[in-house]
């Protein structure tokens, strides 16, 4: 009997194997040593990647751009980003300091029929009149409204307004005060016409076009829209 030594799988076996000839040697290491390597790939593994891309991704950007405005001549088709709308909701907390109950004071009523009777100003943002509408305008506290008059630095306020003008009538507003007095009395700026702009009921508190629920960015936007176009509904 002879003793011979090979290395399988990386270990190293003693194997006794009685063999007259290098044939017979060859079939008894044959018939003791397993093939544990397969020689093909399992033909389980599925195949993970497809080779196209599947029918059901839906093509999510238009092709054009809505015709509701023409595309601008300064923007490309292939840079322009189509027609699209926002739906917002708000949630903030406002402050106010200890104030009197709201009462339309004198100096606050004249300034409205000065500006809504007399002068018949227009709304701000849409141009009708209490005349042409038939309706009853109303004045909007544009820099300060009552309830927060009592927490206003007005010095500093002062120092600002010298660059502030009514956004309606163009007036700048800074050199029409003194503001130590107006420190000493609100009322006297708050209630003015320098405060004051004219609105229809709803540009003013309407709750999807009103000033006092559409952040300033966009309400602005009502003032000067294209023939046709509507950003707030």
Not at 61 to 85: D, E, K, L, R, W
Not at 87 to 112: M, Q
Request: aromatic content about 8%; hydrophobic content about 30%.
């Amino acid at each position: 009997m002879g003793c011979i030594y090979t290395k399988l799988m990386g270990r190293r076996s003693s194997v006794d194997i009685e063999a007259n000839s290098s044939d017979e040697l060859i079939e008894s290491l044959s018939n003791t040593v397993p093939n544990t390597v397969p020689n093909t790939v399992p033909n389980t593994v599925p195949n993970t990647v497809p080779n196209t891309v599947p029918n059901t991704v839906p093509n999510t950007v238009p092709n054009t751009v809505p015709n509701t405005v023409p595309n601008p001549s300064h923007i490309s088709h292939n840079n322009a980003i189509p027609f699209h709308t926002i739906h917002s909701s708000n949630h903030y907390t406002v402050h106010y300091p200890n104030h009197e109950k709201r009462v339309d004071l004198a100096i606050y009523k004249k300034t409205h029929h000065e500006l809504c009777h007399i002068q018949d100003m227009p709304c701000f943002i849409c141009g009708i009149t209490n005349k042409s509408s038939g309706l009853s305008l109303e004045t909007h506290h544009f820099y300060c409204e009552k309830a927060a008059q009592n927490a206003i630095d007005w010095i500093k306020f002062g120092e600002f307004a010298q660059h502030c003008y009514n956004i309606q009538t163009g007036v700048n507003i800074g050199n029409k005060f003194d503001w130590t007095e107006v420190k000493k009395n609100p009322d006297i700026f708050v209630d003015s016409i320098f405060n004051m702009i004219v609105l229809c009921k709803e540009h003013h508190t309407s709750a999807n076009k009103g000033i006092h629920h559409i952040p300033f960015p966009e309400w602005i936007l009502q003032k000067c829209p294209k023939s046709g176009f509507q950003f707030l509904e």
